[in-house]
Every structure is written in structure tokens, then in C-alpha cells.
């Protein structure tokens, strides 16, 4: 695998430290780790929150549920929208974004629903697209927005 770019590492951390802020001590906004979402699927999203510290997942095997999944997307843009979007979809995940870095804005993805049309048989309903200056706050805590311009480089 190829190393990241400056955009993309920079891009990584912007976004840990917005989200961080926005969900506060008790949960554990993990980098690049994986999830375990059945026996043949491990992916390493950019960012995903999951309740409690470091320290909970120690010995107990990676997550198996995020409360909110992201993808820092340049060159995989393609790969982040119809590959891993469908993957979380199937895993229940509720809210899935993608940071967008060619076009400067943030994909906001909810509601997964079963779609035998859709890759893998799974989509989100709903989807949405916000640029700076809109905010968006996760669903598992909707009273902490998260300024997009702050999950941009």
C-alpha cells in the first residue's frame, strides 16, 4: 500500500480532533483500527467512534459496532462510496460520512436499508452532501455539531 499524502494524513487528524471534541470522554474516536464486522470483513476506516476508552477493547477482540464511521476520500473515493458504504450499510452502522477531499465537502450517509439492486444487497437511504459553512451533528449526539469546515483541510 502506498504511503498517505500530507492532504490525507492532515485531513485524518483534522477530523479526530472535531469529532473528538463533539462526543467527548466517554467514548474512543479510534484512527485507521480495524472493525470486525462479520468473519470475512475487518476494515480500517479513518476514523470510527466507538463507546468507552482504549483500554475497554483490550483483550475483548476489535469493535464490532461504531456509533459514527468516516472515510478520509481522495483517491478512493470510488472505493469509499460503493464498497465500504455498502459493507457498513449491511453492518447497521447509522451514520457514515465521507470526507471528501476533491470536492471540498463532507457525504453524510444514514438509515441503512437491504437493496438487492445495491452492491452487496445494502445502501443508505438517506444521503447527504454539506459544504462549508453548514454544521452536522452525529446522531448518537445530536446536541454536539460538528462544523464541516473543520472536517476539511
Given at each position: 500500500?502506498?504511503?498517505?499524502?500530507?492532504?490525507?494524513?492532515?485531513?485524518?487528524?483534522?477530523?479526530?480532533?472535531?469529532?473528538?471534541?463533539?462526543?467527548?470522554?466517554?467514548?474512543?474516536?479510534?484512527?485507521?483500527?480495524?472493525?470486525?464486522?462479520?468473519?470475512?470483513?475487518?476494515?480500517?476506516?479513518?476514523?470510527?467512534?466507538?463507546?468507552?476508552?482504549?483500554?475497554?477493547?483490550?483483550?475483548?477482540?476489535?469493535?464490532?459496532?461504531?456509533?459514527?464511521?468516516?472515510?478520509?476520500?481522495?483517491?478512493?473515493?470510488?472505493?469509499?462510496?460503493?464498497?465500504?458504504?455498502?459493507?457498513?450499510?449491511?453492518?447497521?452502522?447509522?451514520?457514515?460520512?465521507?470526507?471528501?477531499?476533491?470536492?471540498?465537502?463532507?457525504?453524510?450517509?444514514?438509515?441503512?436499508?437491504?437493496?438487492?439492486?445495491?452492491?452487496?444487497?445494502?445502501?443508505?437511504?438517506?444521503?447527504?452532501?454539506?459544504?462549508?459553512?453548514?454544521t452536522i451533528a452525529p446522531l448518537a449526539v445530536p446536541q454536539n455539531p460538528i462544523s464541516i469546515a473543520d472536517l476539511l483541510p
Amino acid at each position: 500500500m502506498a504511503a498517505q499524502k500530507d492532504l490525507h494524513f492532515a485531513a485524518v487528524e483534522l477530523a479526530r480532533i472535531a469529532v473528538s471534541r463533539s462526543f467527548g470522554e466517554k467514548f474512543w474516536c479510534r484512527t485507521q483500527g480495524p472493525l470486525h464486522l462479520d468473519r470475512w470483513s475487518g476494515p480500517e476506516p479513518d476514523i470510527a467512534v466507538v463507546p468507552g476508552s482504549a483500554r475497554d477493547y483490550i483483550g475483548t477482540g476489535h469493535p464490532k459496532t461504531a456509533l459514527l464511521v468516516i472515510e478520509i476520500s481522495d483517491t478512493t473515493l470510488r472505493y469509499d462510496r460503493r464498497k465500504k458504504g455498502p459493507r457498513y450499510a449491511r453492518a447497521g452502522y447509522q451514520d457514515y460520512w465521507i470526507v471528501n477531499l476533491i470536492d471540498k465537502c463532507v457525504e453524510i450517509y444514514r438509515k441503512p436499508t437491504a437493496d438487492p439492486s445495491a452492491p452487496l444487497g445494502w445502501r443508505y437511504a438517506d444521503v447527504a452532501v454539506l459544504s462549508p459553512p453548514a454544521t452536522i451533528a452525529p446522531l448518537a449526539v445530536p446536541q454536539n455539531p460538528i462544523s464541516i469546515a473543520d472536517l476539511l483541510p
